[in-house]
């Protein structure tokens, strides 16, 4: 039987699997694609996302190959993300085909089967594992984990629930060449029927985007160049000579979200458990922190070091999280609507984004930096990510956390070091922190509230 059965080799997927096989569990990922889709979708990696790649001592090829911008936005309009209290305080610019690329190179280096061509088609449960039907074959898995996309079949096997709000707009997106580009690139450009985009991110070709409200097309029905063309013409007026596309697709500002994020033996995690319009670049890094959530805790409860009731603390903190992704999201869609209200709507968050804290607090919703799990009343550090401090002998914290396995930091004082437990002197304070990087104790709590700590996130001690 395999301990955990992946579906989907997407960058939550192959995230996911990296976190279990770094925790020493064997796990199967299938993909239903023969190979890497070469698509660009996702644009970028925000500074949490990078944080937790710096974690696992997996962040340097990612920063090689991207390309550091030192703001990002809020419904087109600029965030200044420079002051952020963060090693990364930028957008890096990476496409998603390079990103998984990456993330596969790391799960095959530690050990990780990747299956392709490999379709799910059923599942079923009992109290002891999960069958998987797959167009390979049966499969049985002590737990299965959809990571297979906003029409995740897992989802559905499982019976989850998926709601929320229908689509009020049309967006395309293009990767196409140009015979007359812009002189420069364009973001957001508002016209009368919609907006448009012309974005250079490698050379030779470009990013080409166009939004148009009131108009819901059919997701099922085949997009075509001349689709693109019809749109950009519409709403700017012309096509910039676009010819030889690479990739097109067609979106829209539909959010849905499971209403749970497990069902047993079944869980979800990125486009499966929620979708979105993409605004702020929110998706993939959604999507990836929960694999990092999910993934030390799957591994606990696998091996039996963990009671199976730490996998509820999953959906608890990560749900919250989602559904304010929902939330930013439409409340961007509708900043971006092209009417006289809108504009004057507009007109007030440009002057509001132009004063620090509200620049500071959006940027930071955006980023992840600001996330806060509910692990209680106590020190504003409690539930938040742990900054990357510099320690006396000269390392910095992340690199402690390579292993993905709970830390206690000394803080300088004498402290019990528990089993199980790596333990790194120095820091500011003593402070337990999750494989994840999020702080489970601060010192300050007391003794009683260490030990309760240790027995809920590292097992007994």
Request: charged residues 20%; hydrophobic residues 40%; neutral net charge.
């Amino acid at each position: 039987m395999e301990p955990v059965i992946v579906a989907g080799g997407g960058p939550t997927g192959l995230m996911l699997a990296c976190e279990l096989r770094l925790a020493g569990v064997d796990v199967l990922v299938l993909e239903r694609l023969e190979g890497p889709s070469g698509e660009s979708r996702a644009g970028g990696i925000h500074a949490r996302t990078m944080e937790v790649l710096d974690q696992r001592g997996m962040l340097a090829p990612f920063l090689a190959e991207g390309r550091p911008l030192p703001a990002g936005h809020f419904a087109g309009l600029p965030l200044d993300f420079s002051a952020f209290e963060t090693r990364y305080p930028f957008l890096l610019a990476i496409l998603q085909r390079h990103i998984e690329r990456l993330l596969e190179e790391r799960a095959l280096a530690l050990g990780v089967r990747l299956r392709r061509g490999v379709t799910v088609t059923g599942a079923t449960q009992d109290a002891r594992s999960v069958t998987v039907e797959t167009t390979a074959g049966r499969f049985e898995a002590a737990y299965l984990v959809g990571c297979d996309g906003g029409r995740s079949t897992v989802r559905r096997l499982a019976g989850i629930d998926f709601p929320g709000t229908p689509a009020t707009m049309t967006a395309i997106l293009g990767d196409v060449e140009l015979a007359d580009p812009p002189a420069e690139m364009v973001f957001q450009q508002r016209r009368p029927l919609g907006n448009y985009s012309v974005l250079g991110f490698e050379p030779g070709w470009w990013r080409v985007m166009t939004n148009e409200f009131g108009v819901v097309a059919d997701r099922e029905s085949p997009i075509t160049v001349d689709e693109l063309r019809a749109a950009l013409i519409r709403i700017a007026g012309t096509d910039f000579g676009l010819h030889s596309p690479r990739w097109i697709s067609r979106y829209n500002d539909a959010a849905r979200q499971a209403a749970v994020y497990r069902s047993g033996r079944i869980l979800l995690a990125g486009d499966a458990a929620h979708i979105h319009y993409p605004a702020g670049g929110q998706g993939l890094n959604t999507g990836v922190q929960d694999a990092v959530n999910l993934g030390w805790k799957l591994a606990r409860v696998v091996a039996g070091r963990s009671p199976e009731t730490l996998l509820d603390t999953y959906e608890r903190e990560r749900h919250p999280v989602g559904a304010r992704v929902l939330a930013n999201t439409r409340a961007q869609t509708a900043l971006t609507r092209p009417d006289a209200q809108t504009e004057a709507l507009r007109g007030v968050f440009s002057e509001l984004i132009a004063r620090p804290e509200v620049n500071d607090s959006l940027g930071q919703m955006i980023t992840g930096l600001d996330i806060r799990y509910p692990l209680g009343d106590g020190p504003a550090l409690l539930g938040r990510r742990v900054p990357d401090y510099d320690l006396p002998d000269g390392t910095r914290l992340y690199h402690h956390l390579h292993a993905a396995r709970p830390l206690l930091l000394t803080g300088g004082a004498v402290v019990e070091k528990p089993a199980g437990v790596d333990v790194v002197e120095g820091g500011p304070e003593s402070l337990l922190i999750r494989p994840d990087g999020y702080v489970a104790w601060v010192a300050s709590m007391g003794a009683a509230a260490r030990h309760t700590a240790l027995d809920q996130w590292c097992g007994r001690r």
